[in-house]
Each structure stands twice: as C-alpha cells, then as structure tokens.
C-alpha cells in the first residue's frame, strides 16, 4: 500500500483514479480547487478515507507542499478558464519542480489521444475527417507534454490517455491494453483508472505517452 495524490480529483478521470486508488488499498489524497463543492457532491461514498484538500497544480510550492511524504502522483487537472497553452505547460513546470523538491518519484499525468501518434506515425488530430473545432485546446494540452519530454528533471514520468476517446458509459472490465491512437478506440474512466495504477504499483513505462483501449 502506497501514498498516492491525485490533483484534478473533482473530474471524471480523477475520480475514477481515486476510485482504483482506494481500491486497492492506497493512502489518496485528493486535490480540487473547493472541497466543499465536492463534499457536498459525495453521494457514492468517493472520499471516504480519502484526504481532500484544495491545491492549485501551477503553484510549485503547493505542489511541493502537498505532495511531500506520497509515493506518486497523478495528474488529472484542467483549467477551462485559462488558454490551454499558459495552463498545461504551467502545470507541468510546476509539478515537475515541486515533485523534485518533495522527492516523489513518480508522475502520471491523463493526456489526449489527439496529440497521439497513429499506427502511421502521424497525429490523430491531424488525420482526415477528425474534428478540428478544438484543435487550439489539444495543441495547448500537447504542448504539456512537450514540457515534460524537453525536461531535465528526476522525475520520472508518464502520460496516458485513450488511444481514442473514453467510453463515458462504460464499466469496470478490469482490461485494457495499449494502443496507438486511433478514432474509433475507446476505453471507460474506471478501465483507464486501472492503467494509470498499473503504472503506479508496477510502473513498466517511462517518459512516453502511452494510449489504452479496451481489450
């Protein structure tokens, strides 16, 4: 059993990180912008055991702070309000410099299959017929990514996302695997959930990202 902290854990593949998390045992502690709009929400019992507390992941001495004494960490967090481009490169310089000072070792971080590469090598965002009234917002995501791989830093990271877009119905089938990205792909939040633990109790990949399909 380990101590793992999850900011972005009020959105839907946070709290189904935090739903894998507990069921496996692990020490969570949830990061949201309020904790009383989330407690107030807690119908299912999702933060029972779990510390929620309020953090802001572009705050590298928060992140710093909180995360001190965790094994790991995953990243879930979003910010419509603010351009993608200033917040998911924020978000990465801070986590990456308050993590290093914590000495948490190890980040999983929720990405998007549109900037994931397909089987020919090619973004899915940028293959024919894909939907490009948000490419602004996958571009700004993507270039948190860049951040990390242009990084020289200790702590060794990993992004995940659905090799194509989540299957917002879906259940728990405890299958996955990986995949490139691909349109048509989908995966569920409580599947997804179990790849990004998988990396956190058996971390197998490092410094990549990785999209997952239902199996």
Same mark, same amino acid.
């Given at each position: 059993?380990? !101590?793992? %902290? %999850? @900011?972005?854990?009020? $959105?839907?593949? #946070?709290?189904?990180?935090?739903?894998?998390?507990? &069921?496996?045992?692990?020490?969570?502690?949830?990061?949201? &912008?309020?904790?009383? !709009?989330?407690?107030?929400?807690?119908?299912?019992?999702?933060?029972?055991?779990?510390?929620?507390?309020?953090?802001?992941?572009? *705050?590298?001495? $928060?992140?710093?702070?909180?995360?001190? #004494?965790? *094994?790991?960490?995953?990243?879930?967090?979003?910010?419509?309000?603010?351009?993608?481009?200033?917040?998911?490169?924020?978000?990465?310089?801070?986590?990456? =410099?308050?993590?290093?000072?914590? #000495?948490?070792?190890?980040?999983?971080?929720? $990405?998007?299959?549109?900037?994931?590469?397909?089987?020919?090598?090619?973004?899915?965002?940028?293959?024919? $017929?894909?939907?490009?009234?948000?490419?602004? @917002?996958?571009?700004?995501?993507?270039?948190?990514? =860049?951040?990390?791989?242009?990084? =020289?830093?200790?702590?060794?990271?990993?992004?995940?996302?659905?090799?194509?877009? @989540?299957?917002?119905? #879906?259940?728990?089938?405890? &299958?996955?695997? %990986?995949?490139?990205? *691909?349109? =048509?792909?989908?995966?569920?939040?409580?599947? @997804?959930?179990?790849?990004?633990?998988?990396?956190?109790?058996?971390? !197998?990949?490092?410094?990549?990202?990785?999209?997952?399909?239902?199996?």
């Amino acid at each position: 059993m380990g !101590k793992i %902290i %999850i @900011f972005g854990a009020g $959105g839907r593949a #946070g709290r189904a990180a935090v739903h894998e998390a507990r &069921r496996r045992g692990h020490d969570v502690t949830a990061v949201v &912008r309020d904790p009383a !709009k989330h407690r107030d929400q807690a119908d299912d019992g999702l933060w029972d055991g779990v510390t929620l507390v309020a953090g802001d992941v572009t *705050d590298a001495d $928060g992140v710093a702070r909180l995360a001190a #004494g965790h *094994d790991a960490v995953v990243n879930a967090a979003a910010d419509l309000a603010t351009p993608s481009d200033v917040f998911f490169p924020a978000a990465t310089r801070a986590l990456l =410099d308050g993590l290093a000072r914590a #000495g948490v070792a190890r980040l999983l971080s929720v $990405g998007l299959a549109s900037v994931l590469e397909t089987s020919s090598g090619v973004r899915l965002m940028d293959t024919p $017929g894909y939907p490009q009234e948000y490419r602004d @917002f996958c571009l700004g995501h993507g270039a948190g990514t =860049d951040a990390l791989r242009s990084a =020289d830093t200790p702590v060794d990271w990993l992004v995940i996302s659905p090799s194509g877009d @989540f299957d917002h119905g #879906g259940g728990r089938t405890g &299958r996955y695997r %990986i995949a490139p990205a *691909d349109m =048509d792909s989908r995966i569920s939040y409580a599947d @997804f959930a179990i790849a990004l633990l998988d990396e956190i109790d058996t971390p !197998k990949h490092h410094r990549t990202h990785l999209g997952v399909e239902q199996d």
